[in-house]
């Protein structure tokens, strides 16, 4: 397994931006795929983000295609997820999740190692 730390949540008003950091330790970090998830208060989680191992490819959630971006610095062993134009629908807790292979996919039952969570919250 990996150990994750989210950090960089927090109170942001409507059209501001945030960029959420991931830093991962234990297993080879560069042989895995990532991905960011969030949970909305009295909603499921969901799908946001999600990055191969090199950073080549990407996949959003159609709800942030366009104003959020997914990256990895395997050097570091971490991955950002920067947000544009926020709205107060991006508002919930934010989780960073790992998976064993190379390859991402958008769905979170594929990751085994997941984050405790970053709270971000956007005021209208």
């Known amino acids: 397994q990996v150990v994750l730390v989210e950090s960089g949540g927090g109170l942001v008003q409507a059209g501001d931006s945030l960029r959420l950091s991931c830093a991962a330790s234990?297993?080879?970090?560069?042989?895995?795929?990532m991905g960011w998830f969030r949970q909305a208060p009295g909603k499921e989680r969901e799908f946001v983000a999600a990055?191969?191992?090199?950073?080549?490819?990407?996949y959003y959630a159609d709800s942030v295609k366009g104003r959020f971006t997914i990256s990895r610095d395997n050097a570091k062993n971490t991955v950002y997820l920067q947000m544009n134009s926020l709205a107060p629908e991006d508002t919930g807790v934010y989780y960073c999740a790992a998976r064993r292979l190379t390859y991402a996919t958008t769905d979170q039952n594929a990751y085994d190692s997941w984050g405790q969570g970053t709270q971000v919250t956007v005021s209208s």
């Open positions: 990055i191969n191992w090199s950073g080549a490819l990407t």
């Open positions: 234990g297993r080879t970090f560069s042989s895995s795929a």
